[in-house]
């Protein structure tokens, strides 16, 4: 079996769902893991929990808000203090809000979680995940990311479509898009950067989604998910898979730029992430919102 033990492994959105289930099996692999989460109260809890894990190394917890510029900073501030590297980088937080909401920095608010929060934050940390040998960034996407990704509507300025079809699952598409390109540029600073696709699952976020987040024509239909979603989707550690294989797997050492699946495969990327228009548009403006452009 792979062993982690001796390396530090940041998750982010790991208070609950998928990024603690993640957290959870990275630890029983020996990691050092370093929780992300914005409650600090809920960041010490699951950072505890996951702690108890037999044969795991340490366990800790950095509560910040990934969705404004003041959090990426205290997290990698809070981590360059920590450690001297950095092994692994799993970029799983995201949110799906119900309506269009700008950030303290004017970001909206699917775009700052899914998008630029992965990119800002893999791009501040760069420097430890260099001095690690054979560095690896997991991002995750989710929902049902397909294309196109409209360059003039990655924030929604045209038109905002809530749970379902709508802005999260645009955003996931852009993030894919936006990895794509940032496995090419990382080669330099022998960085992996690839993408996992978790599949469904029934977590916390989907029980807090609200009624107005489905658009009309899926209203009659979230009863149903959320009477069945607890009984086929509660098992955590199978979305979790993807994100602790690429993580973790030898085999996967120095492979960087792919896309795999639910069962920890190595699939084709979409027309839609390897698009090159779309990836500078996607990649410009997340320059520009974190300051960089």
Known sequence: METLRGRTVLV????????????????RLG???????????RAAEAAYEVGQEPGG????AVAADLTVREGVRTVVAAVAARRDRLDVLINNFGMNPPERRLTADGVETAFAANVLAPFALT???TPLLAKADGARVVNLTGGIPRGPVDPANLQA????????????????????AMSHVYARRAEGDGIAVNVAYPGHAYTPGNRATPMRAFPWAYRPAAPLVRLLGPVLLADLAKPARSSVHLASAPELAGVTGAYFDTKCRRVPWPAFATDEATGRAVWSLCERLAGEG
């Open 12 to 27: 982010t959105g790991s208070t609950g769902g998928i990024g603690k289930e993640t957290a959870r099996g990275l630890a």
């Open 31 to 41: 990691a050092d893991v370093i929780l992300v989460g914005r409650d600090p109260r």
């Open 57 to 60: 190394g340490e366990v800790e």
């Open 157 to 176: 300025e045209r038109r905002f479509i809530g749970w379902t079809f709508g802005q999260y699952n645009h955003t996931k598409a852009a993030l894919m």
């Open 123 to 125: 791009r501040l940390l």
